[in-house]
Each structure stands twice: as structure tokens, then as C-alpha cells.
């Protein structure tokens, strides 16, 4: 999937993938990472998601990586922020108290440049590429991050009946890139309501991935 795709995607304003209010999901299910107040959590592909403000007003720390310098623009906008931009190799950093954000392609972010987090939330990130990318980018997450524990969330539907993004996800696909560094455990799944994009139904399910024993 060419960048192309998703930098139209923002400049027509083709957003319905843009929650308007936090993810209940996140609400309910943050407390099961553990994370004290002051926690840098990495959301990737995070566009200008309302989970960013829900989360600074909880009183984390906030790293992200996005595509789009519109979707960026917009974010630091709607939280009445004025970005400090500076150049981060070929990445663009926008950083406000308690935020950092880096625009350009993800798996141009480095550890270096990513810098320490205490975890990770994918809401859409592994759902919004398609299937060739997935193993790559769970492998460059896991890199990037030393395997910071995630909160992610997945969509599973029939996909010969819609074309993604986002993309079905199953149970198998999760485990076949994250299990061997992870212990998977799902902790909630729950059917759309009225189905994805309002064609297809869908299940939705919320994913801890915590280190796995033994592993550094």
C-alpha cells in the first residue's frame, strides 16, 4: 500500500476510520497494563485520534508516528498545542509538553529516535496494512519498542465480502507474529454495532500482549 493512498485519504478528508470521542475499548482496558501516571505510551499510525487527548488528560506521556503531516497538523490544533518542529533524519517531530510525534513513514522510527515507552497502543495500526506488511511491521514494533507491552485491537471479517483498510485480523495471524516474543491473551471481544462501515459484520477484540517469560 503506497503512501499515496492515505495521504488522499486525509486531504479529501476521507477519515470515517476517525473516532469521534476516545475508544471505549481503550477506557476500559488500559488498567490492565499497568502503567503509573507519567507513562510514555507509543501509539503508531495514530493519525489525530481523540485517544491522544484522552490520554494526556489521564496523565500519560504520548509518542506517536503518522503518515500524514495534515492529520498531525490538525491534532496539535484541536489540542490547542503549538508544535515545536524539528527535523529527526527523515522524519518530522512535533513535540508539546507530554507529546512527541513523528511524521513520515514508521519503519523509518528508530529506538533511537523513538526513545524509551512503557507501552504500546495499536488501535489501528496492524488493521490499516495489508497482509505482505504485517509480519514486517509487528517485527519493527517489537525492535523499536524492546517489546514494550501492547494494547491492540483487531477487526475479523469475511474479507472477500469488503475490500480493506482496515483489514481482518484474526486470532491465528496475531499469535503467528507476536507469540514468540509475547504472552496473547484476548480479553474482550464484542460484534460492531451494525456491522463494519455499516456492510459487514464484524468482531472487534481487544489484545494484551505482555513479554514473555524469558525473554530480555
Given at each position: 500500500m503506497?503512501?499515496?493512498?492515505?495521504?488522499?485519504?486525509?486531504?479529501?478528508g476521507?477519515?470515517?476510520?476517525?473516532?469521534?470521542?476516545a475508544?471505549?475499548?481503550?477506557?476500559?482496558h488500559?488498567?490492565r497494563?499497568?502503567?503509573?501516571?507519567?507513562s510514555?505510551?507509543f501509539?503508531?499510525?495514530?493519525?489525530?485520534?481523540?485517544?491522544?487527548a484522552?490520554?494526556?488528560?489521564?496523565?500519560?506521556?504520548?509518542?506517536?508516528?503518522?503518515?500524514?503531516?495534515?492529520a498531525i497538523t490538525?491534532?496539535?490544533?484541536?489540542?490547542?498545542?503549538e508544535?515545536y518542529i524539528?527535523?529527526?533524519?527523515?522524519?518530522?517531530?512535533?513535540?508539546a509538553?507530554?507529546?512527541?510525534?513523528?511524521?513520515?513513514?514508521?519503519f523509518?522510527v528508530?529506538?533511537?529516535s523513538?526513545?524509551?515507552?512503557?507501552a504500546?497502543?495499536?488501535?489501528?495500526?496492524?488493521i490499516?496494512?495489508p497482509?505482505?506488511?504485517r509480519?514486517?511491521y509487528?517485527?519493527?514494533?517489537?525492535t523499536?519498542?524492546?517489546?514494550?507491552?501492547?494494547?491492540?485491537?483487531?477487526?475479523?471479517?469475511?474479507?472477500?465480502?469488503?475490500?480493506?483498510?482496515?483489514f481482518?485480523?484474526?486470532?491465528?495471524?496475531?499469535?503467528?507474529?507476536?507469540?514468540?516474543?509475547?504472552?496473547?491473551?484476548?480479553?474482550?471481544?464484542?460484534?460492531?454495532?451494525?456491522?463494519?462501515?455499516?456492510?459487514?459484520?464484524s468482531?472487534e477484540?481487544v489484545?494484551l500482549?505482555?513479554?514473555?517469560?524469558?525473554?530480555?
Amino acid at each position: 500500500m503506497e503512501a499515496g493512498f492515505w495521504h488522499q485519504k486525509w486531504q479529501r478528508g476521507e477519515i470515517g476510520f476517525h473516532n469521534s470521542e476516545a475508544n471505549p475499548l481503550l477506557t476500559a482496558h488500559i488498567c490492565r497494563l499497568a502503567l503509573p501516571r507519567g507513562s510514555r505510551i507509543f501509539l503508531p499510525l495514530c493519525g489525530k485520534t481523540l485517544d491522544i487527548a484522552w490520554l494526556l488528560a489521564n496523565g500519560y506521556r504520548v509518542v506517536g508516528a503518522e503518515l500524514s503531516a495534515l492529520a498531525i497538523t490538525e491534532l496539535f490544533s484541536e489540542l490547542g498545542l503549538e508544535p515545536y518542529i524539528t527535523h529527526a533524519g527523515k522524519l518530522v517531530r512535533y513535540s508539546a509538553q507530554n507529546i512527541d510525534i513523528f511524521v513520515g513513514d514508521i519503519f523509518d522510527v528508530s529506538a533511537d529516535s523513538l526513545g524509551p515507552v512503557s507501552a504500546i497502543y495499536d488501535r489501528a495500526a496492524l488493521i490499516a496494512l495489508p497482509s505482505e506488511m504485517r509480519r514486517q511491521y509487528a517485527s519493527h514494533l517489537i525492535t523499536i519498542t524492546n517489546a514494550a507491552p501492547q494494547l491492540l485491537i483487531t477487526l475479523e471479517y469475511n474479507q472477500q465480502l469488503m475490500d480493506g483498510p482496515p483489514f481482518s485480523v484474526n486470532a491465528d495471524e496475531v499469535r503467528q507474529h507476536y507469540s514468540a516474543t509475547y504472552q496473547v491473551t484476548a480479553v474482550e471481544s464484542t460484534d460492531v454495532e451494525g456491522g463494519l462501515k455499516g456492510k459487514v459484520t464484524s468482531t472487534e477484540t481487544v489484545w494484551l500482549l505482555q513479554k514473555a517469560s524469558g525473554q530480555i
